[in-house]
């Protein structure tokens, strides 16, 4: 396609007018190579390597797909290296290519390697122009096929390699890694250690309370450092305000936890429990830290029995 033509169309002249001057901010007085990603990132990629060739910016243009064929090395050598794509979705062609030239930059001496694309889904590239929003609330549709499985084996061990779970969902590591890191930053995953309940624990309770807004918030505040609880939730219809899970080693030591914890407490108007096996799930619990050097419980009213002192 002829320069002036490419140069006139609508979606070129709004990639380099968003970010034109920003690249060659980035290319400075350094020598730069423009690589388009076949096929829509090509497009872009030429229509810019025309616009700095008219800017007198020394610059190359080369092509290659995902996995680095068709890239003309020795127009990459010893250059400032932007690689360029219409938008990046899940960011899995962005971690091939990227860990691609990476592993080719200290051969082909390559100063530096950065992204521009149109639309960034995943806030990865160095250079773009649109984004999609972040919701406020997140919905499981919001996560890609991808990520769930990400999550999903995390979930099931918190120390896997990236390097393992890039080979299940066919990524690379450092994609498995971004990804990890952006949903740690977005507050949709936390990793953290559990205790393995079946190894501790052989009996559980569902235990429901009705009580005055001010004793539920009290109940909260004291039992969710608790190493029995598992499961706290306040309910608004039924006969009770607040549900509480617990583990224990038997039966006597719930007896011992409701005496102690809750018929103790004034103003508690109704207690029902149901007793039963071990949840079905979760198998892991998290166990509030604690310090010995107190020698204190965290709910300041020590059962009889008190994990923290066994």
Known sequence: MQKNTLLNLKPIKKFINGLGEKIKEYFGKDKGCIIG???????YAEGLYHWLSQQNKDVTFTVMDDYGKGLE????KGRKVLIIDNDIVTGKAYAIVMDLMRKRKERLKIKDIKFAVLCDRTKMADFSIEDYPVPTSWDLKDLDKINLEIIKAL???????FVEIAKKVKLTPVGVKNRVEKLIVNKILRIHGLLNIEKFYSISASVGISAPPD??????????????????????SGNHNLII??????LKRINDFIVKQMRFEPKVRYIHVDFGELPIIPK?????????????CLCEKRCNECEYFL
Not at 37 to 43: A, I, K, R
Not at 73 to 76: G, L
Not at 220 to 226: A, D, G, P, S, T
Request: hydrophobic content about 35%.
């Open 215 to 236: 004793i539920i918030s009290k109940l909260i505040k004291k039992l969710e450092n608790c190493p029995l609880v598992y499961n706290l939730v306040k309910t608004s």
């Open 155 to 161: 979930s099931q061990d918190g120390r896997e390699s």
């Open 284 to 296: 892991g619990h998290l166990v509030s830290a604690f310090s010995e050097k107190s020698k204190k």
């Open 73 to 76: 090395e020795n127009k990459v």
């Open 37 to 43: 990603l076949e096929d829509d990132g090509v497009f």
């Open 245 to 250: 899970g617990i583990v224990a080693p038997n």
